[in-house]
């Protein structure tokens, strides 16, 4: 009997191969990585603005680009840890940094209401250019997140779906920005800001169908 459970386990054991370990700094390295080959295809397809150093940028630039990072921080994070579930994880931050970008397009709105200005106002010459830069920005850091899904086992797809759009469009949106000499209100809280959840709703239908364990 003893000498038939040591074949078993043998032959079970004959197949079996070391893996790599699976932590989440190798995760935030690679999220890290996406961001900063992001930042390098901008400014070699697009160009970054000189404004940024030598003190154009107005305040409302780095607010909006700041928060839209600590959204993208928080979602990427969330998604790296989700990655290798837990009991008791909680993963409200992405949900409190959305809130606060979410005030932006608020804000760029009440700011045309009193001029009188119907939804023409929101538009400009480069909108559409900078809707389309950021959700091709985004497409990096999407891909990266995927990858790391797809190597763990996340138990909330479509949780992980949202969270995986928000980081892509967040991040990829600040750097997209750093290319973008426009800083006035209604630029930057719709037109950065729009990509972020046109790419949260793509990540929420398509996460789900593309990471399967």
């Known amino acids: 009997m003893k000498r038939d459970r040591d074949n078993l386990i043998a032959g079970l054991a004959d197949d ?51 928060l839209l990072l600590l959204l993208g921080l928080a979602s990427a994070s969330a998604v790296v840890a989700m990655a290798s579930p837990h009991v008791g994880a909680r993963h409200d931050a992405p949900n409190w940094a959305a809130a606060m970008v979410g005030i932006l397009p608020v804000a760029a709105i009440i700011s045309v209401i009193p001029h009188g200005h119907g939804p023409s106002a929101l538009m400009d010459p480069v909108s559409i250019h900078c809707l389309t830069s950021s959700l091709i920005a985004s497409t990096v850091t999407g891909g990266a997140l995927l990858y790391w899904l797809r190597r763990g086992a996340p138990v909330s797809l479509e949780k992980a779906g949202w969270f995986t759009g928000l980081a892509a469009g967040a991040l990829g949106g600040v750097a997209y920005g750093l290319s973008c000499p426009l800083t006035t209100v209604t630029h930057l809280g719709i037109w950065h800001v729009l990509p972020v959840a046109i790419t949260a709703v793509i990540g929420r239908l398509a996460i789900p169908r593309l990471v399967n364990w």
């Open 16 to 66: 079996l191969a070391p893996v790599r370990g699976f932590s989440a700094r190798d995760g935030a390295v690679l999220v890290t990585l996406a961001v900063l080959a992001t930042v390098l295809g901008v400014s070699f397809f697009q160009g970054l603005w000189a404004g940024i150093l030598s003190g154009e940028a107005e305040p409302f630039f780095w607010i909006t680009n700041g």
